[in-house]
């Protein structure tokens, strides 16, 4: 997640598009991850639970 915002921030710098692009990307694939994780927590528990 830190490169990601490490990326965005050096592309607010330099400007550079095509490293934006691969930081916006990066930084979608980190929140998918966290998401998919928190679910899969979430149904393990569930699971535990019944």
């Known amino acids: 997640m830190t490169i990601a ?3 965005l921030i050096v592309t607010g710098i330099i400007g550079n598009s ?3 692009g691969l930081a ?3 930084a979608m694939a980190v929140v998918a991850t966290v998401i998919t994780a928190r679910i899969g927590n979430f149904i393990r ?6």
């Not at 528990?45 to 019944?50: A, Q, T, V």
């Open 18 to 20: 095509i490293l934006g």
């Open 5 to 7: 915002l490490l990326m």
């Open 24 to 26: 916006v990307v990066l």
């Open 45 to 50: 528990k569930r699971k535990e639970d019944s």
